[in-house]
């Protein structure tokens, strides 16, 4: 019986799964992943942030799978693609007949001096948590240092997950300052970006509104203003020196780096797949979501990472393993977004929704969107238990 290896338990890894066994396909499946539970990466800054606890938007991978799946929780280390082996941390080497790779996103610094060592960046339940405790503990100290350092915090990048992280710590920040006593005139939140706007994904009307939004709830926002260094508290950035001791770094993310460790030809730890998802040369390797770069037949330019098109291209991929153990054509991946919704806190946002016509939304039914969107698995953005269990 072949084996399929499916690496990574995040949106595209649990959709494969999830379909795989839609399809009833005759092989074994192998789920490896470095933690025991699934998290919702489109939730971890609301995590970091402090508005919500690892367990709102973790679950039990166990649990949520058949039992007929073997769950593996190890670190994947390298792909012997050569000899079709999955290299693990800890475990015997595991042997595939079939790949699926979705092994996600870690933060990308571009190779700013300094900002790797110096700043905190988020890409799981540890990572989001250590942002947090971080900030906590400086507001804290200010009690005893009486250093305004310790309340000013500085959010490197203004994508998506920079303004969604803005808009949370608004929200929490005067929670936390009634907590620790703090002078809630002296707290600082600072953002610094290198293009001259935000949400560069969005219509300009929406990232306008998101900006004012922020800038009204006293949030610096310093756009056209690229980092050159980062140093122990301080962003150095358009000849200007911001200091705090809470540095958090969101300018963008790139692939797993299990991706270049592996020797595959990529761009930020990125693979341009083939039209049914696998790899140039390799028809029984898949990879989806954020290892995958898809180019988009419109504009030539890879489409933007998310969950959304991780979840279609899960399905696809699926598809084509079936195909292939029954000796089928695959099919061709054809993507069609539905959508992009940016939260602004809890109770606010912006989306841009292109289904049932195109629609632009802001302010607080923005939080009822989103939350009708994960709730119901609309736009299959988020909520994987609900997603695995439907259809
Ligand atoms: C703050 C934030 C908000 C976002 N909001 C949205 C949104 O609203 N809508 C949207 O569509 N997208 C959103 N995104 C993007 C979206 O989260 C990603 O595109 C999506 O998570 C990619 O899914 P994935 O399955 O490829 O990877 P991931 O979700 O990163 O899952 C990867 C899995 O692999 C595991 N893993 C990683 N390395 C190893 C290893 N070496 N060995 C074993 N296991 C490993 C991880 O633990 C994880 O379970 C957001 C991202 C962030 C950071």
Same mark, same amino acid.
């Given at each position: ?21 839609? +399809?009833?396909?005759?092989? $074994?499946?192998?789920?490896?992943? *470095? ?13 970091? @942030?402090?508005?919500?606890? &690892? ?5 039990? #991978?166990?649990? %949520?799978? &058949? ?12 792909? *012997? ?11 015997? &080497?595991?042997?595939? *007949? ?16 300094? @900002? ?62 009634? !907590?620790?006593?703090?002078?809630? *005139? ?29 800038? !009204? ?30 540095? #958090? ?17 990529? $761009? ?12 140039? =040369?390799?028809?029984? +390797? ?9 180019? =988009? ?20 991929? %699926? ?60 736009? +299959?953005? @988020?909520?994987?238990? +609900? ?5």
């Amino acid at each position: 019986m072949a084996t399929i290896a499916v690496l990574g338990a995040g949106y595209a890894g649990m959709r494969a799964v999830k379909r795989l066994i839609h +399809e009833k396909v005759d092989a $074994r499946i192998v789920l490896v992943n *470095d933690h025991p539970y699934h998290y919702e990466s489109t939730q971890l800054h609301e995590i970091a @942030a402090g508005n919500k606890e &690892p367990a709102d938007i973790t679950f039990d #991978i166990r649990e %949520a799978v &058949p039992d007929k799946v073997d769950v593996v929780i190890d670190t994947v280390e390298r792909i *012997d693609r050569e000899h079709g082996q999955v290299m693990l941390k800890n475990g015997e &080497p595991l042997a595939y *007949d079939y790949l699926v790779n979705a092994l996600g996103f870690e933060s990308e610094t571009f190779g700013i001096p300094g @900002a790797e060592e110096n700043s905190l960046s988020f890409n799981n339940i540890d990572s989001a948590m250590a942002v947090r405790e971080h900030m906590e503990k400086a507001l804290a100290n200010y009690a005893t240092s009486h250093d305004e350092n310790d309340l000013h915090i500085v959010v490197c990048g203004a994508g998506f997950t920079g303004i969604e992280l803005l808009g949370e710590l608004a929200w929490r920040m005067p929670q936390l300052a009634k !907590g620790y006593e703090l002078p809630e *005139d002296l707290i600082k939140l600072i953002c610094i970006e290198a293009s001259p706007k935000v949400l560069g994904m969005l219509p300009e009307s929406l990232a306008t509104w998101a900006l004012d939004y922020l800038t !009204g709830k006293g949030i610096a926002m310093h756009t056209g203003t690229a980092i050159t260094e980062v140093r122990p508290g301080v962003v150095v950035a358009g000849g200007q020196e911001f200091h705090a001791n809470t540095i #958090i770094w969101t300018t963008g993310v790139r692939g797993s780096r299990v991706i270049c460790d592996s020797g595959y030809e990529q $761009r930020r730890n990125r693979v341009m797949v083939q039209e049914d998802l696998s790899v140039k =040369d390799h028809p029984n +390797e898949f990879l989806v979501g954020d290892v995958s770069a898809v180019p =988009d037949v419109q504009t030539g330019r890879p489409y933007p990472t998310t969950a959304q098109i991780s979840i279609a291209q899960a399905d696809v991929v %699926a598809a084509n393993i079936a195909a292939r153990l029954t000796g089928h054509e695959p099919h061709k991946f054809v993507f069609k977004s539905v959508g992009t919704v940016c939260s602004l806190g809890p109770h606010a946002g912006v989306a841009q929704i292109d289904m049932m016509g195109h629609w632009k939304l802001k302010g607080r039914k923005v939080g009822m969107v989103k939350r009708l969107v994960n709730d119901r698995s609309v736009l +299959e953005l @988020a909520h994987v238990k +609900e997603m695995l269990e439907s259809n």
